[in-house]
């Protein structure tokens, strides 16, 4: 079974430039989440969308970040413009679950190295 | 104050070692309980998921929870280098299905 890819895997921009990455989830998979890990950190939860509905964004900076998913499937993320401090690993997960499951395992892919200069 | 604490290390053991790895928490909404290892520059993947209170164990990993201290642990038998990562605590209330991380503990075990 193939995992959850990205891409780009590393990126480096200047601030206020604008930038967006991808993600395909694992095939079947109802609920897509995006996460922001920066150095030293664990992952933040961003933005959840379960299908292409979104169901969690509460800490998704939404003055510069924007995010979608087409049919259901792929999504993209997108910084605009960019800041010093979006420096940080961008990760996006997948789980099965259409609905509820608390204990859904979520499944990671290796992230995008966003670096801001 | 944080909703999920975890000691960053990094902890250097030599190999064969027992480690143990605890993560404490505020919020008793959290009821599943999860440790995800992260290599350098992969994403996380699952290692042990425990829901509400109780023991797990698998192979060489066993995860602990005590819902009355907050405290969740992982024991690590027989450290193996390969066992050399950043080791996450996750943690899900039963009303979101996002994880809410520690900042992960870096773990190093000598050969």
């Known amino acids: 079974e193939a995992g959850v890819a990205q891409s780009p895997r590393y990126k480096i921009i200047e601030k206020r430039q604008s930038v967006a990455f991808w993600c395909n989830p694992i095939?079947?998979?109802?609920?897509l989440y995006w996460y922001q890990q920066i150095l030293g950190q664990g992952p933040k939860l961003l933005i959840q969308?379960?299908?292409?509905?979104?169901?969690?964004d509460s800490q998704l900076p939404k003055d510069r970040f924007s995010a979608e998913r087409l049919k259901g499937v792929d999504s993209t993320l997108k910084i605009q413009p960019a800041k010093l401090e979006d420096s940080a690993v961008y990760l996006c997960?997948?789980?099965?679950?259409?609905?509820?499951?608390?204990?859904?395992?979520?499944?990671f892919g290796p992230g995008t190295r966003l670096t801001v200069l | 104050q944080k909703e999920v604490e975890q000691d960053p290390g990094p902890l250097s053991v030599p190999e064969g070692a027992i480690v143990s790895l605890n993560c404490t928490y505020s919020n008793s909404a959290f009821q599943y309980f999860m440790w995800y290892r992260q290599y350098s520059r992969k994403g996380p993947e699952l290692l042990m998921y425990?829901?509400?209170?109780g023991n797990k164990e698998d192979g060489r990993f066993t995860a602990q929870v005590d819902k009355s201290s907050k405290y969740i642990s992982l024991f690590i038998r027989d450290s193996q280098p390969s066992d050399s990562a950043t080791y996450l605590c996750?943690?899900?209330?039963?009303?979101?299905?996002?994880?809410?991380f520690g900042s992960g503990t870096r773990l190093q075990v000598q050969p």
């Open positions: 095939s079947g998979h109802a609920t």
């Open positions: 996750a943690l899900m209330d039963t009303g979101r299905r996002a994880l809410t």
């Open positions: 425990t829901y509400s209170s």
């Open positions: 997960a997948s789980s099965f679950a259409p609905s509820g499951g608390g204990g859904d395992e979520q499944f």
């Open positions: 969308f379960q299908n292409n509905g979104v169901v969690d």
